[in-house]
């Protein structure tokens, strides 16, 4: 559910669409170009606002990045780009192997490659450049090359897209960035860049890597030649692929330079008025995309900061060096330090969270002053949060996955949240308990093993664990070991893009939250024949429920806030009772579930506790310190290794 708030617009033309948006009803192309056309700039920055904070919470994310362009030398001759040139013109360069590597730092967390298409440069060594990166700078991830590099390195060295795509991934890449999409239309293609790929073939690359588990962006370049129609049909066509494949991260408007292209615009540049109409209705299009980037170097940073209160939720990263915008003359710095992308997020209003490529937060910074609570991002934590609107404007809201949550508490960086039980065992000295939390007397369909043997065969295997929560790992160690006295295995930790397509090599895996849920609903993963719910396992052998999480708050958070956080809390769980299909509807519709299944999947579970709940809670207690004592537990936070 988006909201339940009814705004009042000063065009009248938006009250239709903000209810089908919050109703969860899919905008139409006439929708998109009635956006377009409203003055009513406030009111569209308001509804994309609260639609990219049922996403995001108030977090907006950067990455610690740096962009390379290893050359300016290409084949083509797109009208709209400065940035390319000839081989032997003289403001061509290339780069060696080593200048790229001289240009990271260790602290990096993406290095983002797009290059010229150069005429000679032979295949081997893009592969280099990739392996080599990752081999030197083992946390810094490889987003490279567009799906327009992708089709040259295709056809130049006659391989298919998908060899190209699993070489390249052989070598370490996992992400691919979104450029070379422009405008999916084939008027301007013809008139601006005839030799670039086109539509089919753009998303026929970005498909075939979202398969492989490659994980990518989509840009649009606006503000040139297309019309306002053009761009919804883009951002149309953008959506269409995401309900296929799910693949992409981010949609990222770019506003165009037009530098000396030669090509005429309205004015030099984009204004921020359709800037911010731009990414508001991006927001608001593109309901399946989770991010929307407020691309700094080519909004400019003032730009962008407004844009993180009109649907965007992500600022890029620090860049270090851009050439494709300031060769056109873009006016923006090259680069960002990160303590300034901090200021501005702050100034926006909202929670900074520093995250890897695939948006996991490595850190948050919070105002001073500032509670950050966390939001549990599955379906079965959707009670807590329907009604959960706290007044007081210091208190921030972070989706973070249970193993996150548990980290950033005991940094003490987030200051409450539904914390994993085993989380909170570690932090129960700093936090007090509410009674509230997730617990379930039977399976909860959301904590599963899926196996290829059945539990006593599982004896020196391998078996795949998910990352997000050590609760459920704890859990499995304990079946393993105290119910069905296997002692010998081997924990290897999941990558999430393994998750989606990889999983052969193991013979059990844990998965928990939504990608337990769908798979079971999917019946399983082939291959696995056996499926154990780890909730069910536990109830039937101690006959009591097994508690997941337990909300906390931190015991220096102030009093007033305390009691806003536990008021809010309550609000949304006398809301929601009865209410479960409604507001589960939208979620449960990206898993794949229906109502019925959504309001008996959420009825499944206990989210006020009692006296049930507590004799669960030192039960597992109980067994997980006997397993300690044999020395065989995992401490919190660190990987795992039996
Ligand atoms: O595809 C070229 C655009 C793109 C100009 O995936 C121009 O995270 C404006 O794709 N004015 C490359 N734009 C940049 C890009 C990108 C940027 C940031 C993040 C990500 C990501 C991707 O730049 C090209 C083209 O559409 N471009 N010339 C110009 N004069």
Not at 325 to 350: F, R, V, Y
Not at 603 to 629: P, V
């Amino acid at each position: 559910m988006i909201s339940s708030k009814a705004f009042t617009f000063r065009d009248n033309s938006l009250s239709p669409i903000w209810d089908k948006v919050r109703n969860g009803v899919r905008l139409t192309k006439e929708d998109g170009l009635a956006l377009y056309a409203s003055d009513d700039l406030i009111g569209l920055g308001r509804m994309a606002n609260e639609v990219a904070r049922s996403k995001s919470g108030d977090s907006v994310y950067f990455v610690l990045n740096r962009k390379l362009e290893p050359t300016n030398v290409c084949v083509l001759s797109c009208k709209f780009c400065d940035f390319a040139v000839k081989a032997g013109s003289k403001e061509a360069y290339e780069m060696t192997l080593d200048e790229m590597l001289s240009k990271l730092r260790p602290d990096l967390h993406e290095v983002h490659i797009t290059a010229g298409l150069h005429p000679s440069w032979p295949w081997e060594f893009y592969i280099d450049m990739v392996r080599e990166i990752k081999t030197q700078f083992p946390n810094v991830d490889v987003k490279a090359f567009t799906a327009v590099e992708i089709d040259y390195f295709s056809k130049k060295f006659k391989k298919s897209h998908e060899q190209v795509l699993r070489e390249l991934y052989a070598a370490g890449l996992r992400t691919m960035p979104g450029g070379g999409a422009e405008v999916f239309s084939e008027r301007v293609r013809k008139e601006l860049f005839k030799q670039k790929i086109g539509a089919k073939t753009w998303f026929d690359v970005h498909k075939t890597a979202h398969k492989m588990g490659i994980n990518s962006n989509v840009t649009m370049l606006y503000g040139h030649i297309e019309t306002i129609e053009e761009r919804i049909e883009h951002m149309l066509r953008v959506r269409e692929c995401q309900d296929e494949t799910n693949g992409f991260l981010s949609f990222i408007p770019l506003a165009f330079q037009p530098g000396n292209t030669g090509i005429k615009t309205r004015n030099d540049f984009t204004s921020a008025i359709d800037d911010l109409k731009t990414i508001a209705v991006s927001r608001l299009m593109l309901d399946n995309v989770p991010h929307i980037k407020a691309y700094w170097v080519m909004l400019t940073a003032e730009v962008a900061t407004i844009a993180l209160n009109f649907g965007a939720d992500d600022m890029d990263g620090t860049v270090g060096e851009e050439r494709i915008a300031h060769d056109a003359g873009a006016i923006s710095p090259m680069e960002l330090a990160k303590g300034k992308l901090i200021s501005i997020i702050h100034e926006a209003g909202k929670l900074p969270v520093e995250r890897d490529v695939w948006y996991n937060p490595i850190e948050i910074y919070p105002a001073k002053g500032t509670t950050v609570v966390s939001k549990m991002p599955y379906l079965n934590s959707v009670p807590f949060y329907h009604e959960f609107a706290p007044a007081l404007k210091n208190i921030e809201v972070a989706p973070l996955m249970p193993s996150v949550l548990g980290r950033f508490a005991r940094l003490g960086t987030v200051s409450a949240g539904p914390l994993s039980l085993r989380d909170f065992m570690s932090v129960s000295d700093r936090f007090d308990r509410l009674e509230y939390g997730i617990a379930v007397k039977g399976n909860a369909h959301s904590v599963l093993l899926f196996s290829k043997y059945g539990w006593s065969d599982l004896k020196g295997k391998r078996i795949g664990i998910t990352s997000e929560s050590s609760t459920s790992i704890e859990l499995l160690r304990i079946l393993l070991e105290k119910r069905h006295g296997v002692h010998e295995y081997e924990f290897v930790k999941l990558h999430p893009a393994q998750i989606q397509n990889n999983l052969s090599d193991y013979d059990a895996v844990l998965l928990i939250g939504d990608e337990a849920l769908r798979n079971g609903e999917l019946g399983g993963i082939p291959g696995f024949d056996q499926m154990y719910d780890l909730a069910g396992e536990w109830c039937s052998w101690k006959e009591l429920p097994f508690v997941f999480a337990v909300w906390a708050i931190a015991k220096d958070v102030p009093a007033e806030a305390k009691t806003q956080i536990t008021h809010s809390l309550e609000n949304s769980l006398v809301s929601s009772a009865g209410h479960y299909a409604e507001i589960g509807r939208e979620h449960g519709k990206r898993l794949g579930m229906d109502d019925a299944a959504v309001d008996a999947y959420l009825q499944t579970f206990r989210y006020r506790f009692g006296i049930d709940e507590h004799a669960a809670m030192a039960e597992f207690e109980m067994e997980w310190e006997s397993l300690k004592r044999n020395n065989r537990t995992v401490p919190v936070g660190h990987s795992i290794a039996a």
